[in-house]
């Protein structure tokens, strides 16, 4: 089963999203806050992470740098899950190696989940 | 510090690309320009004085005493206008920050939402359905709105940005007439299309241009009551693509059509037609094509319809 990390400090999508995943057959492990996000990535070692920019104790662009700064963690896909939509945003989280960048006002739940699915398995 | 203040403060460049005005607006550049004017003429009066009048350093003494006063009061003025600047770009940043704060609670309601009408949950009886399209509807309406209060502070704070690429208008509304056909099918509206042979490619940002076309269809289908018509028609004019588009709807009464382009307006047609829609549309139509250096204009009669164009430089 494919593991997915979800960085996300809003618990009414942790639900939502988390378990629209789970339904849809993954393993879904989550963070509520940045620092908990970094330290996961390295212990759990999943397949996918989800994240969100604006958490609490790391924001998400240093998560970001973090996870690609670590050879463990350097290889994993990240999907960019935000409401922040200014181009410069999104170009510093692609510069900083995030694998796409979708702005949750612009998707439904089913859309983000065809993303992940062609993230893990495309 | 107070060296680096004053050395910004001496940047007219920076200074007035802050406030997003052309240099010939910018109230330092003004002050600049005055400040000069009035040593220039003090100096041809002293010149003037001293070859005419027995006394030029009383005519002198004047001449300087009034380019005081002056002064003062271009001062006074270019800095009461950058406080309204201010104050209008704060506004706009907490249109901005209000905007980003609803976006997530509306996410949160519309995927909540999403899951329950899935039938995941359970069975949806027909009545609660209903009920549920209602909320699905309305939080769907306020992201539409919310996404536009965005563009207009965008715009207004001058971070839209414009990416320049080649594209091909006639794909675009060729795409996005099919990307509306069931909202004009349920309207019982319909497009026609009619585009110039071999149109050239045209240099401006796709995604803004599309946001424009989206708009002028959009408003095109709502305002238009019963049997609806709308004509799309591209052509090539003076160095620009020409669109144009033309309906048989509300058109907008005359003495509205001057306040059309103006953030927020709504015409009285407007609103016997549809209670719906933020009266920003055209606004953020007409300040793209701006950027885009395109022109925009319209003809309407109330009762007949409207015809709305636009030109795009081709390079």
């Known amino acids: 089963m494919k593991r997915i990390l979800f960085i996300e400090d809003e618990s009414a999508l942790q639900k939502t999203l988390g378990e629209t995943l789970r339904e849809n057959g993954y393993e879904v492990v989550s963070a509520l806050d940045g620092e908990s996000g970094v330290k996961l990535a390295k212990t759990k070692k999943p397949n996918l992470i989800l994240l969100d920019l604006i958490l609490p104790k790391l924001p998400g662009f240093e998560v970001l740098k973090q996870l690609k700064k670590e050879e463990e963690t350097k290889d994993i896909p990240v999907i960019v899950l935000t409401n922040l939509e200014e181009v410069k945003d999104v170009e510093k989280a692609m510069e900083l190696g995030a694998t796409s960048y ?3 006002a612009n998707y439904s739940l089913k859309e983000v989940v065809d993303k992940v699915k062609t993230a893990l398995e495309g | 510090m107070v060296i680096k203040k004053i050395l910004s403060q001496l940047n007219l460049l920076a200074q007035c690309r802050k406030y997003d005005t052309p240099l010939n607006q910018c109230p330092q550049f003004l002050f600049l320009i005055m400040g000069l ?3 220039f003429s003090s100096v041809i009066t002293y010149a003037l004085g001293a070859r005419y009048i027995k006394d030029p350093q009383i005519v002198l003494l004047l001449v300087l005493s009034v380019a005081a006063v002056l002064l003062v009061l271009a001062n006074l003025i270019s800095r009461s206008f950058e406080r309204l600047a201010q104050a209008n770009r704060l506004k706009s940043e907490f249109v901005s ?3 980003h704060q609803l976006r997530s609670p509306l996410s949160n309601m519309r995927w909540a939402l999403e899951i329950l009408m899935s039938g995941n949950m359970g069975k949806i009886e027909e009545k609660q359905l209903e009920y549920f399209s209602i909320l699905r509807e309305n939080s769907d309406r306020m992201r539409e709105l919310v996404k536009d209060l965005l563009t207009v502070s965008r ?3 001058a971070r839209l940005s414009f990416k320049k690429e080649m594209f091909s208008l006639e794909e675009l509304v060729k795409e996005l007439i099919s990307s509306f056909e069931p909202f004009s099918k349920a309207s019982n509206t319909e497009i ?4 110039e042979k071999d149109l050239p490619m045209v240099l401006s940002d796709r995604s803004k241009i599309k946001l424009v076309i989206e708009n002028l269809i ?5 305002y238009t009551k019963g049997k609806g018509k709308i004509e799309i028609k591209l052509k090539k004019k003076d160095g620009s693509v020409y669109f144009e588009i033309k309906d048989n709807g509300a ?4 003495e509205d059509q001057k306040y059309i382009f103006q953030k927020f307006f709504r015409s009285k047609s407007a609103l016997r037609y549809q209670t719906e829609g933020s009266g920003l549309g055209l606004y953020i139509v007409k300040s793209i094509l701006e950027k885009a250096k395109g022109k925009i204009g319209f003809r309407s009669r109330e009762g007949k319809g409207s015809t709305f164009w636009f030109t795009l430089p081709i390079k």
């Open chain 2, 218 to 222: 959009d408003n095109a289908i709502r």
């Open chain 1, 102 to 104: 979708l702005v949750k």
């Open chain 2, 192 to 195: 026609s299309f009619q585009a």
């Open chain 2, 97 to 99: 920050i209000v905007s």
């Open chain 2, 251 to 254: 058109g907008i009464p005359k």
């Open chain 2, 155 to 157: 715009i207004e704070t």
């Open chain 2, 37 to 39: 004017i009035i040593i």
